[in-house]
Structures are given as C-alpha cells and as structure tokens.
C-alpha cells in the first residue's frame, strides 16, 4: 500500500475516533443533565395531570437514555441504527415532555438531540457510502 493511502487511513482512523469520543461526550453531558432537569420541574408539576404525564414521559425517557449508553457500552458505533433510533424517540419524548410542562428550554434541549440524531444519521449514510466505494 502507498504511503500517502496508509497516512490517510491512519487519518481518518484518527478522525472517526475524535468525532465518537466527542459524540459519546456529548450524550453522556446532555441527555443525563437534561432529564435530571425535567424529572426535578416535574415533581413541582405533579399536582397537575399535564405535570403527572411529564414526569411518567420523564421516566421513560431516562429508559431510553439508559438504552441508549448501553448500546455504546455494548460496542454499537453512535452512528447505528439503533442509537440513531433511540435518540429519535428521546427527542420525541423530550417534546411531549415539554408540551405538557410547558418548558420552553426542554423544547430547545429537544431540538439539540434531535439535530444530534440527524447528524448521526447523516454519519450512518457517509460510513455507508465510503464503506461501499473501499
């Protein structure tokens, strides 16, 4: 192999290691601190309905954080199916979350999960395609 082609392996080697430890990162950083937050503006909801469906949605929403991290601990690459469908529907959640606690500042959280979930999609679709031209 030339010496050009295995530097540019070696670099992108490196380059997909920087970008799943800072996507890791980021999904250990935001979703946990986001549904601490949501689960501690629920309880003072509870007297509601609306506040009671935020906090059960919260609940469920941590299980799939919890997936989530456990899919990576298994080995799955953040651009999976898997991971990408389960930040989805964390992202859903977090909406109706923010719908029925009326938190402008989880619907923005949402949004960022949610833009996450299409770059790894994104991510997927670019591995595909270079796995598919090597």
Known sequence: MKLAQRKMMDFS??????????IVL?????????AAVIIW?????????????????????????????NELRLGASPFSYAVIDLTKKTSHLMIAVA???????????AAVVWAMALIFEYGRILQEESDATL
């Open 13 to 22: 080697k490196a380059l997909y290691v920087l970008i799943t430890v800072s």
């Open 26 to 34: 980021s999904l250990i950083s935001v979703p946990v601190a986001v």
């Open 41 to 69: 503006e629920s309880v003072f909801l509870t007297v509601s309905i609306f506040g009671m469906l935020a906090y059960i949605l919260s609940i469920v929403m941590m299980f799939f954080i919890r997936a989530i991290f």
């Open 99 to 109: 719908i029925f606690s009326l938190s402008i500042g989880v619907l923005i959280t």
